[in-house]
């Protein structure tokens, strides 16, 4: 017998129930994740964009537009404004590569250096707002990136 379109009072089948969406269950946790993020980064004058911006930096600082871009999974459009920002806040500058006056590369401020110490909290106040252990986090962080690459090579 043909199915029917689905009414009111027929139950969906499994793969289509909303919690048994991964695609639901990344953008939800997500969500949660943003909000916690929010009040941590408000305190020390970052939008969650702009701290992820800022952590590639504290890490290797001089890198090129298009290396952070490639790295935050960016493109100038979405990238540009956000460094526009950090660098009229005085956090960080852009200067032509002397090289190569194609590139531009991005220095900290000793303004952005000095946020990193305000920083350290935040990932001791997400491990503990997750109520997970740091190795359940290590692993799940893992995971993700896992799913991210394979999603990529699609």
Not at 48 to 58: A, I, K, S
Request: hydrophobic residues 35%.
């Amino acid at each position: 017998m043909p199915r029917t379109p689905t009414s009111e009072n027929s139950p969906s089948p499994a793969a289509l129930r909303l919690d048994n969406q991964v695609c639901f269950a990344l953008y939800s946790a997500s969500l949660a994740m943003t909000k916690l993020y929010k009040p941590l980064l408000d305190d020390i004058g970052l939008t969650y964009p702009q701290y992820l911006v800022m952590l590639v930096l504290w890490e290797q600082e001089g890198i090129t537009v298009s290396e952070l871009g490639e790295r935050l999974y960016l493109d100038s459009g979405t990238l540009t404004p956000l460094l526009k920002r950090l660098e009229a806040s005085g956090h960080i500058r852009r200067a032509r590569d002397a090289q190569d006056e194609r590139r531009v590369r991005i220095a900290l401020t000793p303004q952005g250096l000095g946020l990193r110490d305000q920083a350290e909290r935040i990932p001791h106040c997400v491990l503990e707002s997750s109520q997970c252990t740091l190795p359940e986090l290590v692993a799940l962080t893992s995971q993700l990136k896992t799913l991210r690459e394979r999603l990529s090579q699609r």
